[in-house]
């Protein structure tokens, strides 16, 4: 009888391991899920935000800017005349340095 009592002892021990195992391993799925939520919902405020901020005084011109939409980006329609060093608004590269005054400062 001895036997019969330490076998079921240690079947039981090992069921409450499993579920203890289980239990863990359902809170951490969870947690997993809404870290990479939050992640999501913080990248896209981000964007919002990044949308929404004004130029620096300096820019640089990145790969695909061009005057227009770097002054409707930045608020600036009068680029070519406040940077006399470009003298063709066509010939914008990447690189470029541009002084950036928003018409709610001028």
Known sequence: MVGVCSST??????????????????????????????????????????????????YVVHEGDTLQSIGEKCGDPYIVEDNPHIHDPDDVFPGLVIKITPLKNR
């Open 9 to 58: 002892a240690m079947a039981e021990r090992i069921s409450c391991y499993t579920a203890l195992f289980l239990a863990v391993m359902l809170v951490l799925s969870c947690c997993e899920s809404s870290e990479s939520e939050f992640a999501a919902r913080s990248t896209v405020l981000m964007k919002k935000i990044m949308i929404n901020k004004p130029c620096d005084e300096i």
